[in-house]
């Protein structure tokens, strides 16, 4: 019987080594089939863990947004013969990311699911923003138009002070600053509001402030900079 094997991808460039484990890169190297969001991307991938990797034998099935169930189809096939990894474009597949229709997959069919420790960009906002990691949730992209967005906005805020829950959010980059200006404007004083950005690179900015103390402090530069934001009401 075949395995899916679900695989971390690095966060930020030039950090492999630092975050992604020997044994994961090992066992990296000895998969033939791949199911990513970005054949190009993913190739480079390979390519930064060894270059010696023969990029022409491996088998890639773009699964992204775009794809239909016939990508899951392929996949099917391939794992009829031999084993599989699936690679998200950044981060941990399955998490925000559409590799988790595929695991879906294996499991209906009986196939092996094993996944690999790795970074999240989410989990690691999480670890270091001081809010409360025993309550939480992933709440994706608000609402793109309004009413809907303010509507959401404020229905997460009272729910998380009812329920002490961290909501997690994160916003196409170029949106980054926008969203953060939506933030000061509309959440509560007292609301705890954290930022991680670029997350395990070199620049890596992460705060945790009061809104209050956020409407008296110099702003972040987010723009096209991957990013989380969580709050605590």
Known sequence: MSTLYLFPNVLSEGSINAVIPVDVLNKIREIKAFATENTKNTRRF?????????IDSITFVELNEHSDYNAIKECAVVLKSQDMGVISEAGCPGIADPGADLVAYAHSKGIKVVPFVGPSSILLALI???CNGQCFAFNGYLPV??????KALKSYEQISRKENRTQIFIETPY????FFAELLERLAPTTKLCIACNITAEDEYIKCLSMAEWRKTEKPALH??????????
Request: proline fraction near 6%; aromatic fraction near 6%.
């Open 224 to 233: 096209k900079k991957p990013a989380i934001f969580l709050f605590l009401a």
């Open 128 to 130: 270091a923003s001081g």
């Open 175 to 178: 949106r980054n600053e926008k």
């Open 46 to 54: 390979l390519k930064s863990i060894d270059k010696s990797i023969d």
């Open 145 to 150: 138009k309004e009413p809907e967005r303010g």
